[in-house]
């Protein structure tokens, strides 16, 4: 295995070694749209990498100044496949990966210059990798079903996962997963491939008991627990009712740090690719359910889709003195 992927401190564990909460980011896409960016493509976020990267940069300064510990590449919807239907070639499509994470980390290293002081931890950069059905762009991320094989779910997945750890990941976020298959293979590429290196594990949900292809989490909790690499484990991209409910069940199966980042409490269309206005956070603030969050048992904290700066500054508030 190439020497620059070898990896031996579990970034999480780090941080959570000395303080409370690691406070996530919160949407990338909305904030960019905020911006000025069109992101109507199946390459949804991924299309800015190749227009305005700046802008890229821009949102993870903005969550680092808000006060996340840690920021998501914009590599979610950015594979070599995907890129392929554009027109891209291979080599291209890992360059544009690995900028995902250069862009995260030179915002960050921007920001920590002007603002790191005590109570805070020197924030880290979580490469995304986000399911097969996301690259199919139909919908099929937020059902799981897909009808393919481990052979070509670990195909599709590795190039991405290598060059997000080649370009300096210091986690992986595996996230909005829907299936226990998929969650299944990505756990045993990281064995068996890039030993060494972390990830967390982050499930999309059918209800608050249930991923979305219908796996108990409790399975989905039993089944990751001997996979050392998984650093944490959790949910995303829902509703925060259904997210709550959630981490107090996976609190009951496993011994990993618990995260968490929900979506706004809007609703989400996949036909029409829309969102509806839906319930709120639950008790009041983001803030306030933050508080709820962690008394489930939560440790990693943030937003997921249509959640803002002003959101992470909320939660970020609660630890900080």
């Known amino acids: 295995m190439n020497s620059k992927l070898k990896k031996s401190e579990n970034p999480i564990a780090a941080i959570l070694a000395e303080y409370p909460v690691l406070v996530l980011d919160g949407a990338m896409a909305t904030e960019l749209e905020q911006h000025g960016c069109d992101l109507d493509d199946p390459l949804w976020s991924a299309r800015v990498l190749l227009e305005q990267p700046e802008k890229i940069r821009r949102v993870h300064e903005d969550y680092f100044r808000a006060g996340a510990d840690c920021a998501i590449t914009a590599s979610y919807q950015a594979t070599v496949e995907g890129f392929a239907g554009r027109g891209i070639e291979e080599q291209k499509a890992l360059e544009l990966i690995w900028s995902t994470v250069k862009l995260a980390a030179e915002a960050r290293d921007h920001v920590w210059a002007e603002v790191q002081r005590e109570g805070r931890p020197k924030p880290i950069v979580a490469g995304s990798v986000g399911p097969y059905g996301a690259y199919l762009a139909d919908g099929s991320e937020y059902v799981g079903h897909y009808g393919v094989d481990d052979r070509r779910l670990t195909e599709f997945h590795r190039p991405r996962v290598k060059a997000l750890i080649e370009a300096g990941a210091d986690i992986l976020a595996f996230e909005t997963i829907p299936s226990l298959q998929e969650a299944l293979v990505l756990a045993e590429l990281l064995k068996s491939e890039f030993p060494g290196v972390y990830a967390w594990m982050s499930f999309s949900l059918q209800d608050g008991n249930r991923i979305s292809e219908g796996t108990s989490l409790e399975e989905c909790a039993r089944a990751l627990e001997g996979y050392e690499a998984i650093a944490a484990i959790g949910v995303n991209c ?46 009041g603030s983001f803030a306030d359910s933050a508080l709820a969050w962690h008394e489930a048992g939560a440790r990693l904290i943030g937003g997921c889709c249509r959640t803002t700066p002003e959101q992470i500054v909320q939660v970020s508030s609660l630890w900080r003195s």
Do not use: M, R, V
């Not at 690719?273 to 639950?282: D, F, L, Y």
């Open 238 to 283: 829902a509703p925060a009712s259904f997210a709550a409910e959630a981490i107090k069940h996976l609190a009951a199966y496993t011994d990993k740090p618990l995260l968490i980042y929900p979506n706004s409490g809007e609703t989400y269309d996949a036909s029409t690719k829309t969102w509806h206005a839906g319930e709120s956070n639950g008790c």
